[in-house]
């Protein structure tokens, strides 16, 4: 089982990122996926999720109207747009597969807003 993040980096406050999970070694298109971050001195946190169909998806309070969870399940891939980003969205952003009672992460990537 793998996944493997890519997307994050710098961006300066307001400007926007997208961030990607590529999954393997497991029936993606039956698993629900999210997005979790980890800030500096803070606990995990739920950033989004999608439902294996991706018919339905649910948001943190803090990202709603700014943050977009969305999945392809011929590639095997979720993704996290985040538009007007805020400095307090630094994190490190980890992606999180959850079915069949098992849950696999990935190793996350580092998102830094920053001017």
């Known amino acids: 089982v793998q996944l493997v993040e890519s997307g994050g980096g710098l961006v300066q406050p307001g400007g926007s990122l997208r961030l990607s999970c590529a999954a393997s070694g497991f029936t993606f298109s039956s698993y629900i996926m999210s997005w979790y971050r980890q800030a500096i001195g803070k606990e995990r946190e739920l950033v989004a999720s999608?439902?294996?169909?991706?018919?339905?998806?649910n948001y943190a309070d803090s990202v709603k109207g700014r943050f977009t969870i969305s999945r392809d399940n011929a590639k095997n891939t979720v993704y996290l747009q985040m538009n007007s980003l805020k400095v307090e969205d630094t994190a490190v952003y980890y992606c999180?597969?959850?079915?069949?009672?098992?849950?696999?992460w990935g190793q996350g990537t580092q998102v830094t807003v920053s001017s």
């Open positions: 999608i439902s294996s169909a991706g018919d339905t998806t």
């Open positions: 999180k597969a959850r079915g069949w009672g098992e849950n696999y």
